[in-house]
């Protein structure tokens, strides 16, 4: 395996070594079936990062080294460079095999300007998984952004993360992507007093979508709006390939600033499509709310948005009760263990 171990006190120091592995593949002095391995000391690494290779990758923090040490960072947004694959500050381009990350931060660090809740213009990744056949599994990261946090395809995991925004900062039009023991924080928003929402979902038809296990979402209490697990972009249906408003939250805790529908749908001008069931739509297990004190209370479901499902034991055993279960189908198996 490639080591190359990198400093921020190169300019673009990142996307050299990147360029460095493509030039050894294409001279034939690395596999391009073997992983290459990079390790980032700690600092500020400022600069817009591409990798779309099919060479395995292992990214991650030099040991010792604490996320919020390590980052990686800039000030990007639609406005700037258009295109979801353009104004994120990471991206993983469709010929990526499979990708690890751990232990540092990825920061979009735009501020929104526009004057309503989701602005195109203030579109701002901070990371775009923009695959659909390869595997990302992605470890004590710190993502944090404003609107459109993270965008997702395909298949990815991510464990012991932290991820922040206040619009729709966890979405995409995934398979399956699991979130386990991760923190969602709904930050301020800096604009003023706005609605924040953690998920906006396009998964694709029939598929898990987001599975958040044993996940905690918190954030920052608006003075008269409201922080909410998701909204819909009402465009689903039967016959749509994506946009399949499919998130699952097993055995999470939830803030109790939370409106209790969990679901946006603008008074139900919008369709949530498909209702609630053991395997897609909005379904939920085991959720607790988070007390001010810290302690934690068996939720009630019953304010919950009218296409939700609680799901019963059999669900959670037959489905979700290990990783293994949420998995097996998926080129994600090989974390199942």
């Known amino acids: 395996m490639l080591e190359l171990t990198i400093n921020s006190k190169s300019p673009a120091a990142i996307t050299a070594a990147l360029k460095k592995i493509k030039e050894m593949a294409s001279t034939g002095s690395i596999k391009k079936t073997d992983p290459v391995h990079i390790i980032l000391e700690a600092g500020e690494y400022r600069e817009l990062v591409r990798y779309n290779s099919s060479i395995p990758l292992i990214m991650e923090a030099a040991p010792g080294v604490k996320p919020e040490d390590c980052r990686v960072l800039a000030d990007n947004c639609e406005s700037f460079h258009s295109g979801a694959e353009n104004r994120a500050v990471v991206v993983f381009g469709p010929n990526c095999t499979s990708v690890t990350l751990r232990g540092f931060s990825i920061i979009n660090e735009h501020k929104k300007s526009g004057e309503t809740e989701a602005a195109l213009s203030d579109a701002a990744e901070a990371f775009f998984w923009n695959n659909t056949s390869g595997t990302l599994c992605a470890e004590f990261l710190r993502l944090e952004g404003r609107q459109n946090t993270i965008n997702l395809k395909g298949f990815t995991f991510f464990k012991n993360c932290y991820i922040s925004g206040d619009v729709d900062f966890i979405y995409g039009d995934v398979d399956t992507s699991l979130f386990e023991h991760c923190q969602i924080y709904m930050r301020e928003d800096n604009r003023g007093d706005f609605n924040a929402y953690a998920v906006k979902s396009m998964a694709l038809a029939n598929r898990p979508g987001f599975l958040f296990s044993e ?64 395997k897609t739509g909005f379904r939920e ?29 059999d669900d959670y055993y037959r489905l979700y009760a290990s990783r293994y279960l949420m998995l097996q189908d998926t080129p994600l198996a090989r974390f199942a263990e």
């Open 285 to 313: 297990y085991g959720t607790k709310n988070l007390l001010k004190d810290g302690s934690t209370l068996d939720a009630e479901t019953g304010a919950r948005n009218i296409k939700s499902y609680t799901m019963t034991e």
């Open 215 to 278: 996940c905690k979402f918190t954030g920052e209490k608006r003075k008269k709006s409201s922080l909410y697990i998701a909204r819909t972009l009402g465009r689903g249906s039967v016959l749509m390939p994506k946009y399949w408003d499919s998130i699952a939250l097993i055995k999470c805790t939830v803030g109790e600033n939370f409106n209790p529908e969990f679901i946006w749908d603008d008074d139900m001008s919008l369709t949530i499509y498909p209702r609630g069931n053991a």
